[in-house]
């Protein structure tokens, strides 16, 4: 994100005939302000072991991606070679 920003604040600065030089402090600073807002992790010693069969875990789901699926097709398939007759054009009887 912060590369998208650098990027339109160069074009704009190259557009208006200006230079663009990039502030690395100002950089640092935003990174430091931004990595607060992040969640803070679980420390290793409350998670539980991986390898501890009685360890707790949450139980698995399962949805179908294709459960809500209905069928909607109006009528049973003709035979191609009817549909095909049923749309053909019919030749002209005065030649």
């Known amino acids: 994100m912060l ?3 650098g ?8 557009a208006r005939g200006g ?5 690395w402090p100002l950089l640092a600073a935003a990174t430091l302000a931004l990595s ?5 992790t679980m420390s290793v010693a409350t998670t539980a072991d991986p390898a ?3 360890a707790k875990v949450a ?5 179908s991606a ?16 009817e549909r095909n007759d049923a ?9």
Not at 7 to 14: C, E, G, L, M, Y
Not at 19 to 23: A, E, N
Not at 36 to 40: E, G, I, L, V
Request: net charge positive; aromatic share 12%.
């Open 36 to 40: 607060s807002c992040m969640p803070a």
């Open 3 to 5: 590369t998208l920003l």
């Open 52 to 54: 501890d069969p009685t």
């Open 19 to 23: 230079h663009f030089r990039f502030h």
């Open 66 to 81: 294709v459960a809500p699926y209905t069928s909607l097709r109006p009528a049973a398939p003709m035979p191609w070679r």
């Open 7 to 14: 990027a339109k604040s160069a074009a704009a600065f190259a």
């Open 59 to 63: 139980r698995v789901g399962y949805r």
């Open 87 to 95: 749309v053909t054009p019919q030749p002209k009887q005065d030649r």
